[in-house]
């Protein structure tokens, strides 16, 4: 393995004509990534999650790549604008009400045969329906599994609080009402298990917890691989020409796709790999997005200060959630400031070898929220910028 001070040095090189702040993406560490993602899958199409990528310039990298095939987004309003930037298959991972944005796909048979939405409640295709505004066009509905594990005779959820249908005869039911509504075709199932895909199970100086997880999540794949299956057969039994299941996420794609009721995962954090993804034993990635700020103070001996940095990530709030100083190894946050809006103090000795002017290069928690902070990605190959890409604020666009 190459050692960090040698990627700090080649990082430096590539970015020295560039100002900090700025972020980068190693496309070397980016392909890798994407190369494992495909091995993990084992001959499933891997679904790229364009909430984890948040460029299009990338998305279209991704997607030439063998092995994946269609986007899964985060917004209706992202759908559309992609659909329009003539990605043909992207599955909406969300349910909307946004109205505008079910007009358009109405009135437009090239997005609606495009877009897919997501649907868990008959209360969704009422509001689709008053939103049409006259449009016809047949729109195309995935409905969504919970995933999550139920123990203590359900009285204790582990997993995320989203989709409210869980059984085979609910999923039946709603697939049932879909079929008899005029204007809607269902052609798709979604499950997307986060407490085993987004949570590591080898957290450092925490052995008695990551066994902990480890049980947890051995239990859970073996509960929603029994039920998704039931689930699947009972929606078939409706809709017998299904196009598609979907499952998975960076932390478990191995493990989903050996289910034969499957037929594609969804992986997108896995491309960047932030420092969310360090603790798993199921895979290894390679940091491939970064982002640097400037050195513009040195308030004393074993003590810098960077401009901004203060990039926190979504979820339930705590350190997990901070970005990490990566580059020179050897700096920590101050524990009374942290990150900060305007400005970073960054203790340790590695300060002292620091100059006005300096990068030091930071990992994200999470995958794509980075490119809310920035305009451009640039795309390092080796030790040169390629190219310099806009990321989806870049274009004009903040969707969430």
């Known amino acids: 393995m190459r050692p960090r001070h040698a990627d700090r040095a080649r990082l430096d090189r590539a970015t020295a004509h560039l100002d900090a702040p700025l972020a980068v993406v190693d496309l070397d560490?980016?392909?890798?990534?994407?190369?494992?993602?495909?091995?993990?899958?084992?001959?499933?199409?891997?679904?790229?999650?364009?909430?984890?990528?948040?460029?299009?310039?990338?998305?279209?990298?991704?997607?030439?790549?063998?092995?994946?095939?269609?986007?899964?987004?985060?917004?209706?309003?992202?759908?559309?604008?992609?659909?329009?930037?003539?990605?043909?298959?992207?599955?909406?991972?969300?349910?909307s009400a946004d109205r505008a944005g079910f007009a358009e796909l109405a009135h437009d048979p090239k997005l609606a045969a495009a877009v897919t939405v997501m649907v868990d409640d008959p209360a969704q295709l009422r509001l689709i329906d008053d939103a049409r505004d006259g449009g016809g066009e047949e729109i195309r509905v995935c409905l969504e599994l919970d995933t999550s594990w139920r123990v203590l005779g359900g009285r204790v959820r582990i997993g995320a609080l989203?989709?409210?249908?869980?059984?085979?005869?609910?999923?039946?039911?709603?697939?049932?009402?879909?079929?008899?509504?005029?204007?809607?075709?269902?052609v798709g199932l979604m499950a997307y298990e986060g407490h085993v895909a987004g949570v590591g199970d080898a957290i450092a100086g925490r052995p008695v917890r990551s066994r902990a997880?480890?049980?947890?999540?051995?239990?859970?794949?073996?509960?929603?691989?029994?039920?998704?299956?039931?689930?699947?057969?009972?929606?078939?039994?409706v809709v017998p020409d299904l196009e598609f299941v979907n499952g998975g996420g960076t932390g478990s794609?191995?493990?989903?796709?050996?289910?034969?009721?499957?037929?594609?995962?969804?992986?997108g954090s896995g491309l960047y790999v932030p420092r969310l993804f360090d603790n798993y034993t199921s895979f290894t990635g390679r940091p491939a997005a970064l982002f640097a700020q400037p050195v513009v103070r040195r308030p004393g001996v074993g003590v810098v200060t960077v401009l901004g940095g203060g990039y926190p990530a979504s979820g339930a709030a705590g350190a997990d959630r901070l970005p990490v100083p990566y580059l020179p190894e050897g700096l920590?946050?101050?524990?009374?400031?942290?990150?900060?809006?305007?400005?970073?103090?960054?203790?340790g000795s590695a300060a002292d070898d620091l100059l006005i002017g300096d990068k030091v290069w930071f990992r994200h928690a999470k995958a794509g929220e980075l490119c809310e902070r920035f305009e451009v990605l640039h795309l390092l190959s080796g030790d040169t910028v390629t190219a310099s890409v806009p990321t989806y604020r870049g274009e004009g666009y903040t969707f969430l």
């Open 253 to 267: 794609v191995q493990h989903t796709a050996a289910e034969a009721a499957v037929t594609e995962i969804a992986a």
């Open 29 to 95: 560490a980016f392909d890798a990534n994407a190369d494992d993602l495909v091995r993990r899958a084992a001959g499933k199409p891997v679904r790229v999650a364009s909430k984890s990528v948040r460029c299009r310039a990338l998305l279209e990298r991704v997607l030439s790549r063998p092995g994946f095939s269609g986007i899964m987004s985060f917004t209706l309003a992202e759908s559309v604008w992609l659909a329009r930037s003539g990605f043909d298959d992207v599955l909406l991972a969300y349910p």
């Open 332 to 347: 920590r946050y101050d524990g009374q400031e942290g990150p900060g809006e305007v400005q970073t103090p960054l203790l």
């Open 213 to 237: 997880i480890r049980l947890m999540q051995s239990a859970a794949r073996r509960e929603l691989a029994v039920r998704r299956a039931e689930v699947v057969r009972a929606v078939r039994a």
């Open 162 to 186: 989203r989709s409210p249908l869980r059984t085979p005869s609910q999923l039946a039911d709603l697939a049932r009402v879909v079929a008899r509504r005029p204007g809607f075709r269902l």
